[in-house]
């Protein structure tokens, strides 16, 4: 009950205006370019509401997935990452294509953002996280970590946050840290 009066306070600032926030999109592999991007009033407002309603961890869990997908989206129409694909190997010859690093940390960028803004009550943000398979293949992701009372292990659940499994603008991948280090993820060729 007092996570949804909560979510339902948040609802209510979320409709109150909010500033422009410019926030830096890394691109072309390895963050070598970068672009400043803009987020408008309305927009900052979009993602508020789709992140108040979240009642319970798993909810915001899913209205991350969604937000850091339309965030995404919206600068692609500012930059050129609208014309990235999901993986490393669909765009390799265009400018805008993104690499796990460029994904880790915008969205990690992202994800501060959020926090910023309060609209993170059940999660808060940690450093980029990576995994590597064979000697050679590392990749990264964003990373978030439950607020709630550590699981029977004694740490706090931590989940990744990767928009690099799928073409721009689409829900990132939030899945358990434990799953994704394990090589679960959206099969994408990579």
Known sequence: ???RVLGYFLL???????AEERISICFNYGCHAQAEVVYSDKQLRRVGRIMAAAGSAEEEREAISTSIGRLLGWAGKQSPISVDKGGNFA?????????CIDHSTTTTRLLHMMEEHSWL??????E???RWRYVFFEHRSAQIEELSPAKAGGEAERFVV???FFDNGQPAAVM??????????PDVGN
């Open 176 to 185: 358990p840290l434990a799953s994704w280090l394990a090589g679960e993820g």
């Open 12 to 18: 209510l600032c979320s409709l109150t205006a909010w």
């Open 121 to 126: 009550r059940y999660h808060h943000t940690l």
């Open 1 to 3: 009950m007092r996570g």
């Open 162 to 164: 990767d928009s690099w």
């Open 128 to 130: 980029p996280v990576a």
């Open 91 to 99: 765009d390799l010859e265009v400018s805008g294509k993104m690499d």
